[in-house]
């Protein structure tokens, strides 16, 4: 179970959206209202991928590293959906019956 920090839970009853500043003096939303973060994660105006100019970074390790290789999880669609895919079948759980195999009685 997530246990956030009780600060977490002031913020969320006084501003669930609130402005951030970040370590580099850029601006960041923190998130921490359940029906606001549910309006912000559907849309596809949103990003996950850190390559986006917009994209917030944590501390300056994260700023160097965005232009480098993506996780299928810091992918936007439609590349993630095509890397999705390809991998799909790597990981789906396959029975005996579907290989074609029997085992012995």
């Known amino acids: 179970m997530l246990h956030p920090?009780?600060?977490?839970?002031?913020?969320?009853?006084?501003d669930p959206v609130a402005r951030v500043r970040l370590w580099n003096d850029d601006e960041a939303c923190?998130?921490?209202?359940y029906k606001e973060a549910r309006a912000v994660l559907g849309p596809s105006c949103m990003s996950s991928d850190p390559g986006h100019d917009r994209f917030p970074s944590v501390n300056a390790t994260?700023?160097?590293?965005?232009?480098?290789?993506?996780?299928?999880?810091?992918?936007?669609?439609?590349?993630?959906?095509e890397?999705?895919?390809?991998?799909?079948?790597?990981?789906?759980?396959?029975?005996?019956?579907?290989?074609?195999t029997r085992l012995p009685a």
Request: proline share 6%.
């Open 5 to 14: 920090p009780p600060e977490y839970a002031v913020l969320r009853a006084r």
């Open 30 to 33: 923190l998130i921490t209202g």
């Open 62 to 81: 994260a700023e160097a590293s965005k232009k480098g290789q993506k996780f299928l999880s810091r992918m936007d669609a439609p590349r993630h959906d």
């Open 83 to 100: 890397q999705r895919r390809m991998l799909a079948r790597d990981f789906a759980i396959v029975t005996g019956a579907s290989r074609g």
